[in-house]
């Protein structure tokens, strides 16, 4: 498999706009740079996260957002309410932690998609990183230098069929 990249996903994107052959088989042709069934639901959905992709690499939070359903809930991975994330806050969170931010490269490759009913899960490894802002003092010094983050893991997006689309539930 290879990674998504800005050329390779815009050609991946093209590819994904062609109908969808024979589905069900073991010879089912797959999205390009992926293992994932080209199905006409799987390319709606991988369409959905590389519009989230892209507006993370553009900063833009507003497209992060528009990628989000209203019912969208996330724990944070752990126990502790306090870092849990609702729809009503992702934004402003977003905007807190993309003004961090100089310069993003953010890449996912699709490893698989479950679809049952209305509802996805897609299963993804995230090769990312972040040159992070300076902190500065109150009087505009540095006090603490730019510096670079690197994140390298496995992670799960859950997705809800939205009328004719899908949006993000979980994930983001």
Known sequence: MTRWTLKSSLLALLALSLPAASVGCK???SIPGTEIPDTEENREILQ??????????RQ?????????????YDEGGTDDPGDDVVYEELAPLLVRRLAQVDSVRFTM???????????ATV?????????????LREDGTPRLQPR???????????LIRDGDSWRITKGI
């Open 123 to 135: 299963h993804v490894w995230i090769d990312a990183s972040f040159h992070m802002r300076p902190i």
């Open 109 to 119: 490759e699709y490893l698989d998609i479950f679809i049952r009913n209305e509802r």
């Open 27 to 29: 010879n089912t042709p």
């Open 60 to 72: 833009d939070t507003a497209a992060i957002v528009a990628t989000a359903d209203s019912t969208y």
């Open 48 to 57: 959905v996260l590389e519009r989230f992709r892209t507006a993370m690499v």
């Open 148 to 158: 670079f983050a690197r994140k390298q893991d496995y992670a799960k997006f859950e």
